[in-house]
């Protein structure tokens, strides 16, 4: 179930929702711009800290174009990580990506290789007795 906060995420997993998408659009939208990467990492990670702490589901993140070029995205996935998020995706679009929803608005794609260098590699956690298991 997308949310875009907190509350939102705490209603989605009472109503039984296996996993809540931290959905970048809601929340640019929550601050009344566009979802155009106008709002900053650090705004987009505690909110997905805060809505992580609020409900026990998995939370997958919706990173848009990752902040940034690979450099970025190094940095940026390793935080989320570290802030609970379950997953994360990233779209092969320029930064600052556009939002198709505003008048004129275009969302260009980048080559294959430049989407390939800012791929995180994947990878598992194990889960520890103090975290539970990833629901499937």
């Not at 939208?29 to 155009?36: L, Q, T």
């Not at 409900?55 to 190094?74: H, R």
């Not at 940026?76 to 379950?86: E, K, N």
């Not at 989407?115 to 539970?132: D, L, V």
Request: charge should be negative; proline fraction near 10%.
């Amino acid at each position: 179930m997308a949310v875009h906060n907190p509350l939102a995420a705490k209603l989605a997993a009472g109503a039984g929702f296996d996993a809540i998408w931290g959905s970048g659009f809601e929340l640019s939208a929550s601050y009344a711009v566009p979802d155009a990467n106008i709002l900053a990492m650090g705004t987009h990670l505690d909110m997905m800290r805060a809505i992580g702490a609020m409900q026990d589901a998995p939370v997958i993140a919706d990173l848009d174009t990752g902040f940034g070029n690979a450099v970025n995205v190094a940095y940026v996935v390793p935080q989320h990580d570290a802030a609970g998020v379950a997953a994360v995706v990233i779209e092969d679009k320029t930064f600052p990506k556009d939002t198709s929803l505003r008048p004129g608005g275009w969302q260009e794609l980048i080559p294959i290789g430049e989407f390939q260098g800012r791929s995180p590699p994947p990878r598992r956690r194990a889960p520890c007795s103090s975290s539970p298991a990833p629901r499937r």
